[in-house]
């Protein structure tokens, strides 16, 4: 399974940006999907998760503000980021969870996940 992250970019403080994760394999209706983010000397942080049935979780720091989607159709995941902050600076990471099951706490941990992409940069200027 291969991830590709895109969508990155340099924007201003209350700007909007979407990122995007293509997923290889037919399989992607059968994953639960997430992305994190990690800042320079941070640990890496969870963002947001969607199941396979498309319920979605967000971290405290960024609810209300992005809104994770996907389309199994053309086996994306999506991540629309409103009203950044400088504080959301970081290498977006999408990553992909292979267990059949959901689970309501687990998906927070970066080791739950199976498959990670190569991450996509984005800075939010003052």
């Known amino acids: 399974v291969q991830l590709q992250a895109s969508g990155g970019g340099l924007v201003q403080s209350g700007d909007s940006l979407r990122l995007s994760c293509t997923v290889s394999?037919?399989?992607?209706?059968?994953?639960?999907m997430g992305w994190f983010r990690q800042a320079p000397g941070k640990d890496r942080e969870f963002v947001a998760h969607?199941?396979?049935?498309?319920?979605?979780y967000y971290s405290d720091s960024v609810k209300g503000r992005f809104t994770i989607s996907r389309d199994n159709a053309e086996n994306t995941l999506f991540l629309q980021m409103n009203s950044l902050k400088p504080e959301d600076t970081a290498i977006y990471y999408c990553?992909?969870?292979?267990?059949?099951?959901?689970?309501?706490?687990?998906?927070?941990?970066?080791?739950?996940?199976?498959?990670w992409g190569q991450g996509a940069q984005v800075t939010v200027s003052s």
């Open positions: 990553a992909a969870d292979l267990t059949p099951y959901s689970s309501n706490t687990a998906y927070r941990l970066p080791g739950r996940y199976d498959y």
């Open positions: 394999g037919s399989m992607f209706i059968t994953y639960h």
């Open positions: 969607i199941t396979k049935m498309g319920t979605t």
